[in-house]
């Protein structure tokens, strides 16, 4: 009797053990599956098809909705996407560009072709579409993931009055490789990834002291414009420099995918500081930048740039 109670309470711990392990799956296969889901459901315009935390919190654009809003209801099918999955975090973040019905309401005054800064050149208005016609959009989303449920939904949706935006040219990168799992020898640090995220941005701050182990040839796209041109320059140092304006972003939410190579940062970009008379509302554009880096060094970056808000609209994360 002894020997059977023993079997049967080893049996039950074994039972809950993979139970605890299951609902705590932060595998790359998991994350990808929730990924796919979440898409699926932004296709079919139903966040119940979702598995959801009861505190879930989404942001669109720095504010926060009700699950299901905004974007939710107008998106279209993905054209492209290029997704990072941290499991040490139980996160992913993936950019892309979405098909959605063009609505001058949605619009929104935007930015154009200039930040607003001097020496940003600004492009020429692109012409609007017909109102209902289907056209590609730019898009964000992190996802985190707690006891497999979605807690945290924070998108960035850069449509026409947006900075720069092209995302024709967007999708004439997609024979990049940003997915293929890279052999453990070839694999970045961690900690070097992360700092590629957060140095990037403090390049920004005349005075930084940090550096950022940049390729030779490197190319980034800003909403579609490629602001290194012929040079292949990804420093912002180089910017900076250009608008003669020192600028602070302020706190990121870096996430990283050793496996792939990559590293993302949400943030502020120029929000970072608090108001005064270059920026009289303390306000920036809510942003993210994606890095690839192979054998050590940043090569390619791609960001997604929104529309400007008073703050993303998450508590502050400590820089790792």
Request: a neutral charge; one cysteine or more; glycine letters at 8%.
């Amino acid at each position: 009797m002894k020997l059977r109670m023993s079997c049967m309470t080893a049996l039950a711990l074994l039972l809950l053990g993979s139970l605890s392990n299951a609902s705590a799956d932060c595998s790359r296969g998991r994350l990808e599956e929730l990924t796919e889901k979440y898409f699926e459901s932004l296709t079919a315009h139903s966040a119940a098809m979702l598995p959801l935390a009861a505190d879930v919190k989404f942001t669109e654009n720095g504010v926060e909705r009700k699950i299901g809003e905004g974007f939710w209801q107008t998106a279209g099918k993905p054209l492209l996407r290029r997704t990072l999955i941290d499991t040490a975090k139980c996160s992913t973040a993936v950019i892309a560009v979405v098909e959605e019905p063009y609505d001058s309401k949605t619009v929104g005054t935007g930015m154009g072709g200039s930040m607003g800064a001097p020496g940003v050149p600004a492009a020429k208005p692109r012409p609007k579409p017909a109102e209902g016609t289907v056209r590609p959009i730019l898009f964000a989303v992190r996802l985190k993931v707690e006891n497999d449920k979605i807690s945290e939904v924070e998108t960035i949706v850069a449509r026409e009055n947006e900075f720069m935006f092209n995302p024709e040219v967007v999708l004439s990168t997609k024979d990049q490789d940003w997915e293929t799992i890279l052999p453990p020898e070839k694999r970045t640090p961690r900690k070097v990834l992360a700092d590629a995220a957060n140095h990037y941005f403090d390049l920004f701050k005349e005075g930084s002291t940090v550096s950022v182990p940049f390729a030779e040839v490197c190319d980034r796209w800003e909403n579609g414009f490629l602001a290194t041109g012929q040079d292949h320059d990804c420093s912002p140092v180089t910017f900076r420099k250009r608008i003669g304006v020192s600028m602070d972003h302020g706190p990121r939410r870096v996430l990283v995918d050793t496996e792939r190579g990559l590293s993302i940062g949400f943030m502020m970009f120029g929000g970072g500081a608090s108001a005064n008379k270059d920026n009289p509302t303390g306000s920036g554009l809510v942003d993210c930048h994606m890095f690839r880096m192979r054998d050590g060094k940043v090569d390619l970056i791609h960001s997604i740039v929104g529309p400007r808000a008073q703050t993303m609209g998450w508590p502050l994360e400590p820089i790792e």
